[in-house]
Each structure stands twice: as C-alpha cells, then as structure tokens.
C-alpha cells in the first residue's frame, strides 16, 4: 500500500519507528518529514502536505504524529477529502475505515508507545470502507461542507 508518513518533532521519533516497520512490511512509504528534530517545528509544515497526497490519491493512507495526535488531526481536516482522527484504541481504527472512509491516522508520539500503535496502524490499514448507503450518505454530506 502507499502510504504518506508526517510527524512534527513531537512525534518524530515514532513516525520513524513506524516507517521502518512499514517499509519492511512491504508498503511504499513516503515520508513528508520531519526528518530531523526541531523544537520548534510546526505540524502543519509536515502534516498538510501529507494529506494533500492522501487526498489527491498519490498516497492511499496516511499516518500523521505529534506530541498528542491532536494538532496533526485539526491540520489534516483541513485539507477537503483528508478524513483523519485521533486513535487511541483498535475499535476506532477499525470503524474509522469501515464506516466514515478514514484515510489519516493521527497518533500521539507522547501519548502511545510504539507497540500500541504498531497495532493501530496495522488495523488502520487492513480495514476497508464498507461503502453501504447511510455512510456514503453522510460522507455526501461532509463533502458538501468541504465545498462552501
């Protein structure tokens, strides 16, 4: 799978972590950075243009990390056709994809160790869009907005 990797310095470290596992998983990982550590980086230099390429379908998910996961989720939303939230739990990566078309991950390098996400990615990435009517219904609905 193509995956776009972000993290901002608080979350480098683990988007680093990831990419590894990843790339010896066998998925196509790029990584939009930060590829070195900066205090005083700012998330949306790295996350937006990740979701950018999500949205556009260059990449097919992404996987965006700060200090909590919750700077990463507000830049990532910003950006029309990027569906991403916070997970902290194996529920929500897997109804995130299967019913609301999730397609970012956002994760907290200060929050999660590396194991639980290793497994949230993992459920994130196998779990597929139902694509019955009421969630493509209110997908609509959410697309709608991103055109105003």
Request: charged content about 30%; proline content about 6%.
């Given at each position: 799978m193509k995956i776009g990797l972000a993290a901002d310095h608080g979350g480098r470290e683990l988007k680093g972590r990831l990419k590894a596992y990843l790339e010896e998983s066998g998925h196509d990982v790029k990584d939009f950075g930060a590829y070195e550590t900066?205090?005083?980086?700012d998330y949306p230099d790295y996350v937006v243009p990740m979701a950018r390429a999500v949205a556009s379908g260059e990449r097919e998910r992404g996987i965006a990390v700060c200090a909590s996961g919750v700077g990463a989720s507000i830049a990532a939303n910003k950006v029309p056709g990027a569906r991403a939230a916070l997970i902290v739990d194996?529920?929500?990566a897997r109804q995130g994809v299967e019913d609301d078309d999730m397609?970012?991950?956002c994760l907290g390098g200060s929050v999660v160790g590396y194991s639980l996400?290793?497994?949230l990615v993992d459920i994130f990435l196998k779990a597929r869009f139902k694509a019955e009517e009421r969630f493509v219904r209110r997908l609509s609905k959410?697309?709608?907005l991103e055109e105003r």
């Open positions: 900066y205090p005083d980086d194996a529920f929500s397609n970012i991950i996400a290793r497994d959410i697309a709608r």
